[in-house]
């Protein structure tokens, strides 16, 4: 069975500083990846996605995430973090075709600091 | 033009008592979910429709009947509602289409139980 896991339950960085955040998966074939960002009181919104090819992914608000499949990795990196990027962050996996499930991590909550 | 909406978005309600969510999507997607959202924020899915017909069904009590009376709406009844159900509850639709696909969510709903 797939699953995902977030080792960080919460991570506080100061504003500016550089953020990576840690998604490891565990899936037989080729796994589509995915990190959603959950302000509070919010729906989740998609950041990004892996599915093939550059396993450097770029996705919005300045996000990427690199797709280490030796390490079973996907993990998010921003090189400067602003004060609204304070959130909760899902990693979640899949697969390919068919009607499977996404299966998501326990999310990482980031705090920021001034 | 909400792609995906929730009613209501709080729900305060006794124990015992019947409610229903109701979700819609304008996306024109056939696939669409049930998530439970814990305190903890563990995002689980509960249901999952394709086409109006159920292919997940994530070992949910039976007192929780989702209703799919079109591919664009996926609503959830719950029977004799109990203190373990207050939680956040998300709609989400997803598009299986290869390196397109994408789950989009709703906003949530809240449900509390006292």
């Known amino acids: 069975a797939q699953s995902v896991t977030q080792p960080d339950i919460h991570i506080t960085v100061s504003e500016g500083a550089s953020l990576e955040l840690r998604c490891n998966y565990s899936?037989?074939?080729?796994?589509?990846l995915f990190w959603y960002v959950q302000s509070p009181g919010q729906g989740l919104q998609l950041l990004l996605k892996y599915f093939s090819g550059d396993t450097l992914v770029q996705g919005i608000k300045g996000f990427e995430a690199e797709f280490k499949r030796s390490q079973s990795s996907f993990n998010l990196r921003k090189p400067s973090v602003h004060w609204s990027d304070a959130a909760e962050y899902f990693c979640a996996v899949t697969n390919s075709g068919g009607y499977q499930k996404v299966t998501f991590g326990t999310g990482t909550k980031l705090q920021v600091i001034p | 033009d909400t792609a995906v909406s929730q009613t209501p978005k709080y729900l305060v309600t006794q124990m015992g008592n019947d409610k229903s969510i109701k979700c819609e999507q304008n996306?024109?997607?056939?696939?669409m979910y049930w998530y439970k959202q814990d305190s903890k924020k563990f995002l689980k899915i509960m249901f999952s429709?394709?086409?109006?017909?159920?292919?997940i069904n994530e070992t949910v009590p039976n007192r929780f009947s989702p209703k799919s009376p079109d591919k664009a709406h996926l609503n959830l009844h719950i029977n004799s509602l109990e203190l373990g159900d207050s939680a956040v509850y998300f709609c989400a639709s997803r598009k299986l289409a290869g390196a397109e696909d994408t789950q989009y969510f709703g906003p949530g709903t809240r449900l509390t139980v006292l």
């Open positions: 429709y394709n086409n109006k017909e159920l292919i």
């Open positions: 899936y037989g074939a080729t796994p589509y």
């Open positions: 996306l024109g997607h056939d696939t």
